[in-house]
């Protein structure tokens, strides 16, 4: 039985459960998250970013003993602000910082000012993003408030209102291939919008009383769990979360309501739609044999029969929490005049950066390990210069990078908005050049963002699943190339996909080719591909240099 929501509000006690079942629902489904990567490409963080950045969130508020939603609210955006890792990270943030802007003041929030808040979050999202693109996590917040919105026009109960919420995100995520072709041609929704979608199902789940497993997460102090969703924490006895069994019954003048009733009894979370020929059940159960037993006795026959083990992903999701840290500042130096902060991930870039480079900070991070907008900031505090510029090497690190910026007091602090590791050694090559020249902070920004416009990017990887894009088949394991970040070529071999990937960059046609090795490649497998690329090359010199980098064997650059 679900207990109805007797309050019409929300305070800050009741806030806090509803964010922190938010952040449970969409930990434990990360990992579908993390697997939506429109190319096959193993590096999908667009769950452990969102994760990453509530819990951040969570750490400062878990602990209040407050009841004001204004406040509770403006602690939740704080941390998120900082916490942000990657695109879909800042822009979390900013729904966020929308949203406690619009209950500033305010002890709690009905349905009405839940709207309005929604709507104030929507638009910082939007702000956030210099070309907003539809069919993102952006699109799904929009439509889901545009629909609450509507309801709460003649509506003034919280749960039917974030009930209205959720089917309208829902919905919205799975209309985004529909409007954004790079997910159609991948065949997968928008990642950063199914986050939303998991983050807003975790609080529907807690207000009917459904299993949400918080585990630690569960907020601290005096604000006690709800007595109306009482039944939203997972079952306390000792046999765990028990199994998700669902499956369909075929048969003549069944009777729903009665399946219904004896289904219900048998477990929790009980859903049981149809009528007297076909009846869909879903249920947690314990002992999976009941319902289906029972099922086979009254039906005519079952199928579509599915049982999961919700305790074994619960452990292995708890077992995946410590893996999932986020990146970890490194390497500082002092340096005079104007100072740049850089991201890399491996020894040697690292070591590039900071060595031969005079980066004053290096950020250990790249692609599957995104820095915070807190990295930014606590890199940025670890420096005396008045002046620093950002280098972010990744497209999906760029905006947690001027979300620091931004945030940054007493500092002028620039971004170039390097989406890759050569465009990054590039700029810092023309840093170096403009600084010791005495160049002002605009005109080495300014030769820095020419100098990375000039590089062409290849990436070398293995495909973490089979895929169709644009005219290219690929078969999982696979070994791929992307050219400035679209998927280009694949083939069973390092040597052919980073020739078929140089012709696509029409290498012949450039000066220098430099083959960034990674840390499953030794020297000399590195020197005997660029003697071959030489062959084919003539006129053009080829260099290697140890990267260290995971997961790419290869980053090249073509200038």
């Known amino acids: 039985m679900v207990v109805e929501v007797q309050k019409q509000v929300c305070d800050g006690y009741l806030l806090k459960w509803l964010f922190t079942a938010g952040l449970a629902w969409l930990e434990f ?131 039917g209102a974030l009930d209205t919420l959720l089917a309208a995100a829902q919905k919205s995520l799975n209309r985004t291939p529909e409007m954004l072709t790079v ?14 979608v998991f983050l807003l199902e975790g609080m529907a789940r807690m207000v009917h009383g459904e299993n949400v497993p918080m585990g630690e997460q569960a907020p601290q102090g005096n604000g006690e769990q709800p007595q109306s969703w009482e039944q939203a924490l997972a079952p306390d006895d000792e ?53 289906i037993s029972y099922a086979v006795r009254v039906a005519s026959w079952i199928d579509d029969v ?54 004053a900070y290096v950020i250990t991070g790249g692609q599957t390990m995104n820095p915070s907008t807190d990295d930014f900031l606590h890199a940025i505090e670890n420096l005396d210069n008045d002046q620093i510029i950002l280098v972010p090497n990744n497209r999906n690190i760029v905006l947690a990078a001027q979300q620091a910026a931004s945030m940054a007091r007493g500092r002028r602090v620039r971004v170039v908005p390097t989406t890759s590791v050569p465009q990054g050694i590039s700029a810092l090559l023309a840093y170096i050049d403009a600084h010791d020249a005495g160049e002002d902070m605009t005109a080495v920004v300014d030769a820095m963002g020419e100098a990375m416009r000039h590089v062409i990017t290849g990436e070398v990887t293995r495909a973490t699943r089979s895929a169709h894009i644009d005219s290219l088949d690929v078969e999982q394991g696979q070994t791929i190339g992307l050219l400035n970040g679209s998927l280009v070529a694949a083939g069973d071999t390092l040597t052919e996909v980073v020739v078929s990937l140089l012709r696509r960059a029409n290498a012949s046609e450039m000066d220098l080719i430099t083959l960034y090795y990674g840390e499953d490649q030794d020297a000399s497998a590195a020197a005997a591909l660029a003697a071959h690329l030489a062959d084919i090359f003539p006129n053009q010199h080829v260099e290697t240099v140890y990267g260290g980098q995971p997961l790419y064997p290869y980053l090249i650059s073509v200038e």
């Open 29 to 159: 489904n990360q990992e579908k998250v993390n697997q939506m990567n429109v190319f096959p490409v193993p590096d999908g963080d667009t769950g452990t970013n969102m994760v990453l950045t509530m819990r951040k969130a969570n750490d400062l508020v878990a602990t209040m003993d407050e009841m004001h939603v204004g406040i509770v609210s403006e602690q939740i955006a704080r941390g998120a602000l900082r916490g942000a890792r990657g695109n879909s990270g800042v822009i979390l943030s900013q729904l966020w910082r929308g949203f406690a802007s619009a209950l500033r003041g305010h002890e709690v929030f009905d349905a009405e000012l839940l709207a309005h808040a929604c709507r104030q979050g929507v638009e910082a999202g939007y702000k956030a993003v210099m070309d907003p693109v539809e069919g993102t996590m952006l699109t799904v917040a929009r439509q889901a408030t545009e629909a609450l919105e509507a309801y709460v026009e003649d509506h003034d109960d919280l749960r």
């Open 183 to 196: 997910l159609k041609k991948a065949g997968v929704l928008d990642s950063g919008g199914q986050g939303l």
């Open 239 to 291: 046999q765990g979360y028990g199994y998700d069994v669902q499956f369909l019954m075929h048969g003549e003048s069944m009777e729903v309501d009665a399946v219904r009733l004896a289904i219900d009894a048998m477990g929790w979370s009980t859903l049981v739609v149809g009528d007297e020929a076909l009846i869909k059940v879903h249920v947690h159960v314990h002992d999976p044999g009941e319902p």
């Open 306 to 359: 599915v049982v999961e083990n919700m305790q074994a992903q619960y452990e292995e999701y708890v077992a995946g929490r410590a893996n999932s840290q986020g990146a970890e500042p490194t390497s500082s130096q002092q340096v005079d005049g104007i100072a740049v902060i850089t991201v890399a991930s491996g020894s040697g870039l690292q070591k590039l950066f900071a060595e031969g480079l005079r980066a």
